[in-house]
């Protein structure tokens, strides 16, 4: 259960209606704060508030939904526990393969361990292949071709690669990554962490992200004055 309690002061306030036409709607003075019970149980629901403001308790349980959904998202963290080593012989050739199951969220009925696989100067296609949640740590992709590649909520800390030109790289972690001179032209990077990656001599060159996601990527201080300038790092 979510408790939002609003402090109202003895003072008269107004509501505004975003609208092209503004238009306020005055509230009776009160005296005392407006507390709004939100409850998952089946009537369950404590009524609490001193007036039935629907709308407003309808955007307060909203908002805290939101932060409660947020605060569950399945995002692979750098101290997160991972799931044992996959022994299938064939694990690494899984990534030629790759997953569609909800690419978007990172949703899969079995994940993808490609952790120490090596596709090192093997000109490895996996141009265009979704990726999604797959668990990259300590792989070498340094010979393959990963432009047009989709990676969402991907864990690749301590990684290697070279070419993510056209790709989209939603939440993935590249932490201690080594990306090294790697090509991140016209790619879309959203969500996605750098920490301590090495980016020497990495290519930005339109690059596509969020300005918070910026101001993030800049303080590593290990990407070069040209890839700063290409990134717009001040």
Not at 143 to 169: C, H, P, R, W
Not at 214 to 224: F, R, V
Request: net charge positive.
């Amino acid at each position: 259960m979510a408790t939002l309690s609003i402090p109202l002061s003895p003072n008269s306030f107004c509501l505004r209606s975003f609208t092209p036409k503004s238009q306020v709607f005055p509230i009776p003075k009160l005296h005392s704060s407006l507390t709004i019970t939100c409850s998952a149980r089946d009537g369950s629901e404590s009524k609490r508030s001193l007036f039935n403001f629907k709308e407003i308790k309808n955007v307060a349980c909203g908002i805290l939904a939101v932060w409660a959904l947020n605060a569950t998202s399945p995002v692979i963290a750098a101290n997160q526990r991972l799931p044992p080593l996959s022994t299938e012989p064939n694990r690494c050739e899984k990534a030629f393969v790759g997953n569609t199951i909800g690419q978007a969220n990172g949703v899969y009925d079995k994940p993808i361990d490609l952790r120490f696989c090596d596709y090192t100067n093997d000109k490895s296609n996996l141009k265009g292949k979704s990726l999604a949640a797959a668990l990259m740590s300590n792989a070498k992709f340094d010979g393959a071709d990963m432009t047009e590649v989709v990676m969402s909520k991907a864990y690749a800390a301590g990684a290697s690669f070279k070419d993510f030109s056209n790709a989209v790289l939603d939440r993935v972690n590249f932490e201690k990554a080594d990306l090294k001179g790697a090509v991140f032209r016209n790619t879309v990077l959203s969500g996605s962490t750098f920490n301590q990656a090495q980016l020497e001599d990495a290519v930005f060159e339109d690059t596509i992200i969020g300005y918070i996601d910026l101001q993030k990527l800049c303080t590593n201080t290990s990407i070069s004055a040209d890839g700063r300038a290409e990134l717009g790092c001040r």
